[in-house]
């Protein structure tokens, strides 16, 4: 059985900066597309930041120069490093696995075959 358990997310004023963790369990993540999307209230989860197997990696216009995606594979863990938060950056952030490689969509969370509970990041301005 797979399992997605995020952590990271706080309240931090903007400027500041997160990272927020993916722990994997009853799945390799570094076999797959996993990806990292968003949830603001009243709004479509969309997509931030996705990386395949060769961690060929996408991102959202929104957060180019600001986010990192990684994955280490002996921790079986996927990060979301965000710097230079923004107040429109708040939302619900989710980990997301897929069970293809390759070509990982971003625009399409319905893709993806598992998720976590996501956990809440909240910027001030």
């Known amino acids: 059985q797979v399992h997605l358990v995020e952590s990271g997310g706080g309240s931090v004023q903007a400027g500041g900066s997160l990272r927020l963790s993916c722990a994997a369990s009853?799945?390799?993540?570094?076999?797959?597309?996993m990806g990292w999307f968003r949830q603001a209230p009243g709004k479509e989860r969309e997509g931030v930041a996705t990386?395949?197997?060769?961690?060929?990696?996408t991102y959202a216009d929104s957060v180019k120069g600001r986010f990192t995606i990684s994955r280490d594979n002996a921790k079986n863990t996927l990060y979301l490093q965000m710097n230079s938060l923004k107040p429109e950056d708040t939302a619900m952030y989710y980990c997301?696995?897929?069970?293809?490689?390759?070509?990982?969509?971003?625009?399409?969370?319905?893709?993806?075959?598992?998720w976590g509970q996501g956990t809440q990041v909240t910027v001030s301005s």
């Open positions: 009853g799945y390799t993540a570094s076999n797959y597309c």
């Open positions: 997301a696995a897929g069970v293809w490689d390759g070509y990982c969509y971003l625009s399409n969370p319905y893709k993806y075959n598992y």
């Open positions: 990386i395949n197997s060769v961690r060929i990696t």
